[in-house]
């Protein structure tokens, strides 16, 4: 069992999301960086799309009371257990009753712990991932404990992380959106030359752009939206929806980014500037 | 089939949509192509998510969405579902000041007299046209359109679980306490998406209910017999 000592900041439970009730207007949720939750996951020598634990700087602390086997992955957190400072993308031994301390993120947003055994918290419609309103709890807070999985025979990872300076660097890529044709070429071409900055307001449901021109697209009848849509109001706001967005929508979306991108925009914190590349289908 | 655009949306998506909303035609329609959809693709396909005339289809990764377009050009074909079978399903629900705040500047902004609102809004047979926005809500059409409201300019910070509400040409049930920039026009007792229940939404699309005015002592009262599992949802059946 893993006991939280403090919570720090959105600090979850998440899995690979919960598939298969977005048609009852269950957001999918799951790991806001999928691909370095897969590297813990595979670091603890868990199948990859194992429950581990999701937080954003400042991290939290934690006290094991079982030993394991442990891996910090994501942005550029501190890890120290026992006070000793630990590397990142590494599988780290715990014994019963050592404290883990996650500081600061130097660089990116959201740090994944994964533990061999997988994080064994309430499955809820197929998923561990918290939701509010679905799990009992939106989030882990102080006194929290949540309970480790049985793992299977501890092996060494066969596969190395990608480092995650490249994660950080890699650029937005997006697809034109469903609504893309119907905006003015000047709108278009826009989209795909502004600079963007990340809004100190942005969570798991959406990232807000912060701009200085002003571009504008038509309310749509209430359509499907998913991760990774990126919508424009009629007021010029530019919303990219992550991990717990609705499942449908009124604004018109304008682009879609590629999976790896919303790992990728994840990670980019507040006043971090972005430009979208295109890509076609 | 003719009129349809099928295309990506993302990866592992394939978007299905129809030229424009024309009520439940399409309803039925769509409701024919998921059937497709699960029948063509079985394994394959993670869920489909519709709205007023789209259809989206998740896949799995290993499967290739240029490949399922390919296929749906060539293969795609339904006819409709009926919609008629299913029994009217009745929702209570409280227009007293306490549970619809904003019943009175719905009045208003109609011209009409709240008692009027009230009639208009319990008289429909509405059909839910698909689920969305929260887990469980009911998007439903045929709302009188002497009661098309604008949304709020600014969405109230917390709507009630349970508030049915009025946007635009819309209608709904708010299934969770959550923002939203509605009108509210009242509340109902009953709970309406529980993650412990199989299905977890009360409703999906196609399902046909009715709303009921009821006083706010029968509103305490259906809330105490839900909670000692004595409420059976009241239904027409279908005529």
């Known amino acids: ?281 | 089939m003719r009129g349809l655009n099928i295309r990506h949306f993302g990866e592992n998506a394939v978007m299905i949509d129809w030229p424009e909303e024309s009520g439940e035609v399409i309803l039925q329609e769509i409701l024919a192509c998921e059937q497709f959809l699960r029948s063509r693709f079985k394994n394959d396909l993670i869920e489909t998510v519709i709205s007023y005339r789209a259809v989206v289809a998740y896949f799995k990764t290993n499967k290739k969405s240029a490949e399922i377009i390919d296929v749906l050009q060539r293969e795609l074909t339904f006819n409709s579902v009926s919609l008629t079978e299913t029994a009217i399903r009745i929702v209570p629900v409280c227009y007293d000041n306490e549970f619809g705040p904003d019943l009175d500047f719905l009045a208003a902004q109609c011209e009409l007299s709240t008692s009027e609102v009230i009639e208009l809004h319990t008289k429909p047979v509405y059909t839910v046209r698909f689920i969305g926005f929260l887990p469980g809500f009911p998007y439903l059409s045929r709302l009188d359109e002497r009661l098309h409201t604008p949304r709020k300019s600014t969405p109230r910070r917390t709507v009630a679980a349970g508030s049915v509400a009025i946007g635009g040409a819309q209608t709904g049930i708010y299934t969770m306490d959550s923002p939203g920039g509605w009108h509210v026009l009242g509340r109902s007792p009953l709970e309406f998406f529980s993650p412990q229940n199989s299905p977890p939404s009360l409703f999906r699309p196609g399902d046909r209910l009715k709303f009921k005015a009821v006083s706010e002592e029968e509103y305490l009262q259906i809330e105490k017999e839900l909670r000692t599992g004595k409420y059976n949802l009241e239904h027409i059946e279908n005529d």
């Open chain 1, 1 to 281: 069992m893993i006991e939280v000592l403090k919570p720090g900041i959105y600090c979850s439970v998440q899995d690979a999301g919960r598939l298969g009730f977005r048609n009852q207007g269950v957001p999918l949720s799951g790991a806001m960086d999928g691909r370095s939750a897969t590297y813990a996951n595979l670091l603890a020598g868990n199948p990859l799309d194992s429950a581990l634990i999701e937080f954003a700087s400042p991290g939290p602390v934690f006290r094991f009371h079982k030993n394991c086997h442990i891996a910090v992955c994501g942005a550029d957190f501190e890890v120290q257990v026992n006070g000793i400072n630990h590397s990142m993308n590494t599988q780290i031994s715990i014994s019963k009753t050592d404290e883990v301390f996650i500081g600061r993120a130097a660089t990116g947003v959201w740090g994944y712990l994964a533990v061999s055994g997988g994080i064994a918290s309430e499955t809820v419609l197929g998923s561990r991932s918290f939701y509010s309103g679905i799990t009992s709890e939106p989030r882990l807070i102080g006194g929290s404990k949540v309970s480790i999985g049985k793992a299977a025979e501890n092996r060494e990872p066969d596969l190395l992380p990608e480092p995650h300076d490249r994660l950080l660097k890699s650029p937005i890529k997006a697809y034109p959106g469903p609504e893309f044709s119907k905006l003015t070429s000047e709108v278009q071409h826009a989209l795909f030359t502004t600079q963007f900055t990340i809004s100190a307001q942005s969570n798991r449901m959406a990232y807000i752009l912060e701009y200085s021109n002003r571009l504008k697209a038509e309310e749509i009848l209430t359509a499907p939206v998913r991760p990774g849509t990126v919508q424009l109001t009629p007021s010029g706001k530019m919303v990219v929806l992550m991990r717990d967005a609705q499942t449908t929508g009124g604004y018109a979306r304008v682009l879609q980014l590629s999976e790896r991108s919303i790992d990728s925009l994840a990670q980019k914190a507040a006043s971090t500037e972005i430009i979208f590349s295109r890509i076609d289908y």
